[in-house]
T-cell receptor, first 117, second 119 residues
Framework: AQTVTQSQPEMSVQEAETVTLSCTYD???????LFWYKQPPSRQMILVIR??????QNATENRFSVNFQKAAKSFSLKISDSQLGDTAMYFC??????????????FGTGTRLAVRP | GAVVSQHPSRVICKSGTSVKIECRSL??????MFWYRQFPKKSLMLMAT?????????EQGVEKDKFLINHASLTLSTLTVTSAHPEDSSFYIC???????????????FGPGTRLTVL
């Protein structure tokens, strides 16, 4: 079974600064996806960024980027130029890339990020 | 693109009644939809996986007779909480996967959630 660990229950960052959220996972699979979702106070889950395990290049989406270290099974999220709207719960998630049984997302426990004005 | 809606957003019902929650993919077709439950300040707990035209697959510990799931079309899945009790009060979230292949098709897009309160 896969596990996802987010070791930072809460983080705080000053507006316009950079913050990194950590995520580690454990799997014996070689082909999988990793995701970061944010859940703001509205509780709508929003996809932030996704990474395919076979791609060595780190994914980037505007101010959001990841540091994917496959050997270390680490998938951290960097938020640059933090904005007040980034205040949310952030979940790291893992999914096997097998059609027969790999549809499920395994979530971490989440990191609550507060952006200070 | 990839918008998922849920209805209702909030529902309050009396103990013993049944409540139906709808999940729709608005701009894509979804062969697979998922139902989650989330307790306050906790992560999402997968309840069941719903495939269009077939029976849902429930996670261990989830009562399939209590949480009825129907996935009648490629854009609609419903969750019915039967004979609801106060302990069923929670935030229920659905997600859907696009028919497209690759990582786009393997990405889950989430609805806004439904807050159920059972009195």
């Amino acid at each position: 079974a896969q596990t996802v660990t987010q070791s930072q229950p809460e983080m705080s960052v000053q507006e316009a600064e950079t913050v990194t959220l950590s995520c580690t996972y454990d799997t014996s699979e070689n082909n999988y996806y990793l995701f970061w979702y944010k859940q703001p106070p509205s509780r709508q889950m929003i996809l932030v960024i996704r990474q395919e395990a076979y791609k060595q290049q780190n994914a980037t989406e505007n101010r959001f980027s990841v540091n994917f270290q496959k050997a270390a099974k680490s998938f951290s999220l960097k938020i640059s130029d933090s904005q007040l709207g980034d205040t949310a719960m952030y979940f790291c998630a893992f999914m096997k890339r097998k059609k027969s049984s790999g549809d499920k997302l395994t979530f971490g426990t989440g990191t609550r990020l507060a952006v200070r004005p | 693109g990839a918008v998922v809606s849920q209805h209702p957003s909030r529902v309050i019902c009396k103990s013993g009644t049944s409540v139906k929650i709808e999940c729709r993919s608005l701009d894509f077709q979804a062969t697979t939809m998922f139902w989650y439950r989330q307790f306050p300040k906790k992560s999402l707990m997968l309840m069941a996986t719903s495939n269009e035209g077939s029976k849902a697959t429930y996670e261990q510990g989830v009562e399939k007779d209590k949480f009825l799931i129907n996935h009648a079309s490629l854009t609609l899945s419903t969750l019915t909480v039967t004979s609801a009790h106060p302990e069923d009060s929670s935030f229920y979230i659905c997600s859907a996967r696009d028919l497209a292949g690759g990582i786009i098709g393997d990405t889950q897009y989430f609805g806004p959630g439904t807050r159920l309160t059972v009195l």
